[in-house]
């Protein structure tokens, strides 16, 4: 099992007798343990990782499309995960696959990325000469955070289509449920979201009658920025995490070290009741702009 906490890291400022608060980026909280059965069988293992968001560049002779060649904007975001270990590396790779080759396109009027399995959006062998210059894409490369947050979802559901071919999904579902926690600084406003991914039953699940049935979808929902995202153990901890940042928040702390200092409690208060589906070391992690770093773990 896992607990993952992910919010805004904010701090309250006194300038002349003036409290403000200020936003520094997200924050991860993690445990680190993975568990069969209730045993630990690894600790120490970590359950954010940072993710590449590239667009390639468009390689034009003349009015002919001579393919897509090299980076045109290198960025990143993070993605943290809970659940069957195995499922969810698988959706990992993915994501980091989706977000990793968006291809700059024309289509209805209009600039747009498409990504790599969008194959007929395509550009075509002749275009205007003219066209996918610098200023052509904008400041932020098309890119915006619902946009990166959306090809994300479409990364978990295209594993999960997959997987319904078998007929595991359907007669073992809790085999395959994960959550994920999306953190990204959106290149077009620099403004932090928050977004949370749940795999829930379909409208087709247990129907063994198509093979056409999705019996599993990809539910997103943003976080604002006074609540945190918990994944995991997230019916046992959400409401006094989300309570502990609302109170952080009240007595002007850093809203990141009491969190980590929630999820490390979190976890040695289980473990004095012998239970482990969560462990330490308790990871303690900042997103800021494109890259994600360890800053403190509690042992």
């Known amino acids: 099992m896992t607990l993952i906490i992910a919010g805004h890291t904010l701090e309250?400022?006194?300038?002349?007798?003036?409290?403000?608060?200020?936003?520094?980026?997200?924050?991860?909280a993690t445990d680190s343990s993975i568990t069969q059965n209730g045993v630990v069988v690894v600790s120490?293992?970590?359950?954010?990782?940072e993710m590449p968001i590239r667009v390639n560049g468009v390689n034009l002779l003349d009015n002919w499309f001579n393919g897509y060649h090299g980076f045109i904007y290198e960025g990143g975001c993070a993605v943290a995960f809970a659940g069957s270990t195995l499922v969810s590396q698988h959706i990992m790779n993915s994501i980091r696959n989706h977000l990793g080759?968006?291809?700059?396109?024309?289509?209805?009027?209009?600039?747009q990325l498409a990504m790599l399995c969008e194959t007929h959006k395509f550009i075509s062998q002749h275009c205007d000469g003219d066209m996918f210059k610098r200023s052509d894409y904008g400041p932020n490369y098309l890119l915006t955070a619902p946009f990166?947050?959306?090809?994300?979802?479409?990364?978990?559901?295209?594993?999960?289509?997959r997987a319904s071919q078998h007929?595991?999904?359907?007669?073992?579902?809790?085999a395959y449920q994960a959550d994920f926690i999306l953190t990204v600084c959106c290149?077009?406003?620099?403004?932090?979201?928050?977004?949370r991914y749940e795999i829930v039953p379909g409208p087709d699940n247990g129907d063994q009658s198509s093979a056409d049935s999705v019996p599993a979808v990809a539910k997103m929902e943003e976080i604002p920025e006074g609540k945190v995202a918990v994944i995991g153990m997230r019916d046992n901890h959400e409401e006094d995490a989300n309570a502990a940042f609302a109170a952080a928040v009240e007595a002007g702390q850093r809203t990141d070290l009491a969190m980590h200092e929630f999820i490390t409690t979190a976890i040695r208060n289980q473990n004095e009741i012998g239970v482990f589906k969560i462990g330490l070391p308790a990871f303690r992690y900042e997103h800021r702009g494109i890259r994600l770093e360890l800053q403190a773990r509690n042992d």
Do not use: W
């Not at 120490?44 to 990782?49: D, E, L, R, S």
């Open 167 to 174: 007929k595991g999904m359907k007669t073992n579902f809790a």
């Open 44 to 49: 120490g293992f970590k359950k954010v990782y």
């Open 187 to 195: 290149p077009d406003t620099g403004k932090y979201h928050i977004y």
């Open 12 to 28: 309250q400022i006194n300038i002349d007798g003036i409290k403000s608060t200020h936003g520094h980026g997200v924050f991860f």
């Open 101 to 111: 080759e968006l291809k700059p396109t024309y289509r209805d009027g209009m600039y």
């Open 148 to 161: 990166i947050a959306g090809v994300v979802q479409h990364a978990i559901q295209c594993v999960l289509d």
